[in-house]
């Protein structure tokens, strides 16, 4: 059974860092990736990863988020810095398995940005 378990989330000030985690299981994962729906909003991209290390982010976070993996470990990690209040949101998790290309999301994680 596929599993992704998040964690890391919470509230900081604008400017300050986060770090978020995601610990897959259940399968191999081809790409893995942090989206992230604001109140009202619909779910948009973050940042995502494949198992070779390339990356993709969304401009609106370009030069303040890093995303990176472990393979070994089948975890993925966002480093949010400078965070900024239109940065608040739930983050999620995804993954997708490589062998039948199916899509896994986790519970979501908290991140609000206010002073």
């Known amino acids: 059974q596929v599993q992704l378990v998040e964690s890391g989330g919470g509230l900081v000030q604008p400017g300050g860092s986060l770090r978020l985690s995601c610990v897959a299981s259940?399968?191999?994962?081809?790409?893995m990736g942090w989206y992230r729906q604001a109140p009202g909003k619909q779910r948009e991209l973050v940042a995502r990863?494949?198992?070779?290390?390339?990356?993709e982010y969304a401009d609106s976070v370009a030069g303040r988020f890093t995303i990176s993996r472990d393979n070994a470990k089948q975890t993925v990690t966002l480093q949010m810095n400078t965070l900024k209040p239109e940065d608040t949101a739930v983050y999620y998790c995804?993954?997708?398995?490589?062998?039948?290309?199916?899509?896994?999301w986790g519970q979501g994680t908290q991140v609000t940005v206010s002073s």
């Open positions: 259940g399968s191999i994962f081809r790409t």
């Open positions: 995804n993954a997708r398995t490589a062998v039948n290309d199916d899509l896994y």
């Open positions: 990863i494949s198992s070779g290390g390339i990356t």
